[in-house]
């Protein structure tokens, strides 16, 4: 009889119970050893051998099924050269968010504006704001801060009191004769420098405050409402992105205020309780306000541009539901970047500066035309039902999405006409596409709701001719 015990060199039979030796004798005894080595003899050696590799092969699968593997994906390239090259430089901008081969130098997605043909990264292209050589604001002796200390309420705004207004510290240099503040002999001190978070909450409140162009005020509203919810609103689609361009936006706005004697100048003002009146912020201390806020944009505009690449990645592909959100944002960076390449302040207008701006600016236009040029992906449409969103807020952001929605037609008819060059870019490579689009769309709803409408009339005329009946 052949045992069923697998058996071999070095095996050590099982005992069923521990038990003295006497038990282990009667345990071999029941084993019929000459059975089984007549069966290992009767059995051949190649039999053996084929089983045991049988076993072995069928113990690792993975080694074999990766060889096939490795063999199945080998495949040959009509122009290896070239691909290689592609692979070395990268795809453009256009092919790699939309998943598509990428030629050499000018691309297919490109002909049509060879100028978008980008084969960079945004955080390659820029960031713009931390080639801004502003040293306004850096030097200031705190320690130095034994004068008087004044709180003031400062606004963007010298004649309107009803404008948003900050509380701010200011402490003059010189203890003697009790000397206020003034332009030159004062700072901020340490214990009072303003965060983050207040600068943010005071420039956002006036960017509301302001009249603007409908299209630019309705992206605005949208994107200090959405982000303006803290740590509550963290679990959105896109949150992060929507709070650093906020942020972004905010620091801007404070950075781009200028400290000029001219009237009707773009500055900031404290307002004077004794007197009733508002005068100008100290220029120090003014410019220690445009530092911090440049500070913030470095670091903002860096993890912007970074989180942008990645949604070119597939490992962090953009949602259908983050589109809408992805979409604001991108508009409100062009803003953004365009407001800084018509500015006149000096530091922004360096040649170095200039460059950085206007590619960055162009590449972003590439970077809104990779994601939104067909039909489908113009077709935008905020849904926010898988938040945890209260419904009145979630209606809230529905009708100021609608709001963008709505006017942004007769906004790219005012860029059509626009005779800037950096409008012009806008409207030959986003505007005209998208206003063919959104006109013949809107053609096809008025030409449906007509035929509706006669349909419906003519129900009510059969209608009321069987009531009188």
Same mark, same amino acid.
């Given at each position: 009889m052949a045992s069923p015990l697998p058996m071999g060199p070095g095996f050590v039979p099982h005992m069923p119970f521990s038990a003295g030796d006497n038990e282990c004798e009667k345990y071999f005894d029941l084993f019929d050893f000459g059975a089984w080595e007549r069966d290992q003899a009767s059995t051949p050696k190649h039999s053996r051998k084929s089983s045991s590799s049988s076993k072995s092969s069928s113990s690792s699968p993975s080694s074999s099924s990766s060889g096939l593997s490795s063999k199945s994906k080998k495949r040959n390239l009509q122009h290896p050269e070239q691909t290689a090259?592609?692979? %070395?430089? $990268? @795809? *453009?901008i256009k092919c790699r968010i939309r998943r598509v081969r990428c030629d050499l130098r000018v691309c297919a997605q490109c002909k049509k504006f060879e100028y978008l043909c980008i084969h960079e990264q945004l955080s390659t292209i820029g960031p713009v704001f931390?080639?801004?050589?502003?040293?306004? $604001?850096?030097?200031?002796?705190?320690?130095?801060?034994t004068g008087r200390s004044v709180h003031a309420l400062v606004t963007f705004s010298e004649t309107d009191a009803s404008a948003p207004r900050m509380r701010l510290t200011i402490q003059a240099y010189d203890p003697e004769k009790g000397s206020r503040p003034n332009a030159s002999n004062c700072a901020i001190p340490r214990e009072h420098i303003p965060t983050w978070d207040s600068l943010v909450q005071w420039a956002g409140e006036q960017i509301l405050f302001e009249d603007k162009t409908p299209f630019l005020k309705a992206v605005e509203t949208f994107i200090m409402t959405y982000s303006g919810r803290?740590?509550?609103?963290?679990?959105?689609?896109?949150?992060?992105?929507?709070?650093?361009?906020?942020?972004?936006? *905010?620091?801007? +706005?404070?950075?781009?205020?200028?400290?000029?004697?001219?009237?009707? !100048?773009?500055?900031?003002y404290y307002y004077r309780p004794p007197k009733n009146d508002t005068v100008r912020?100290?220029?120090? =201390?003014?410019? %220690?306000?445009?530092? #911090?806020?440049?500070? @913030?944009?470095?670091?903002?505009?860096?993890?912007?541009? &970074?989180?942008?690449? @990645? *949604?070119?990645?597939?490992?962090k592909a953009v949602q259908p539901?983050?589109?809408?959100?992805?979409?604001? *944002?991108?508009?409100?960076?062009l803003f953004v970047y365009r407001q800084l390449l018509g500015s006149n302040l000096p530091h922004a207008g360096s040649h170095r500066c200039r460059?950085?701006?206007?590619?960055?600016?162009?590449?972003?236009? @590439?970077?809104?035309? $990779?994601?939104f040029h067909t039909p489908k992906s113009l077709n935008l449409e905020l849904d926010l039902s898988r938040t945890r969103m209260p419904q009145d807020l979630r209606h809230r952001m529905a009708v100021l999405f609608q709001n963008i929605l709505d006017t942004r037609v007769g906004?790219?008819? =005012?860029?059509? $006409? !626009?005779?800037? %060059?950096?409008?012009?870019? #806008?409207?030959?490579? #986003? =505007? %005209?596409?998208?206003? +063919?689009?959104?006109?013949?769309?809107?053609?096809? +709803?008025?030409?449906?709701?007509? &035929?509706?409408?006669?349909?419906?009339?003519r129900d009510d005329y059969d209608d009321d001719d069987e009531e009188d009946y």
């Open positions: 090259e592609v692979r %070395e430089n $990268g @795809a *453009c931390i080639n801004i050589h502003d040293k306004a $604001g850096e030097r200031v002796r705190r320690d130095d801060l803290g740590n509550e609103g963290s679990q959105l689609p896109k949150f992060g992105l929507v709070n650093r361009v906020r942020q972004l936006t *905010c620091m801007f +706005k404070i950075w781009m205020t200028q400290h000029s004697s001219s009237g009707h !100048s773009n500055g900031i912020l100290p220029f120090a =201390v003014h410019e %220690e306000l445009r530092h #911090i806020a440049k500070k @913030a944009m470095e670091s903002l505009e860096r993890d912007i541009l &970074s989180e942008l690449d @990645a *949604c070119m990645t597939q490992s539901f983050e589109k809408p959100l992805l979409w604001v *944002c991108l508009w409100q960076l460059e950085v701006t206007r590619r960055l600016y162009t590449a972003l236009v @590439a970077y809104y035309t $990779g994601f906004f790219y008819q =005012v860029m059509q $006409g !626009s005779k800037n %060059e950096f409008d012009t870019l #806008i409207s030959s490579t #986003i =505007v %005209e596409n998208e206003l +063919k689009k959104l006109l013949k769309r809107r053609s096809r +709803k008025s030409k449906s709701s007509r &035929s509706t409408k006669s349909s419906d009339s």
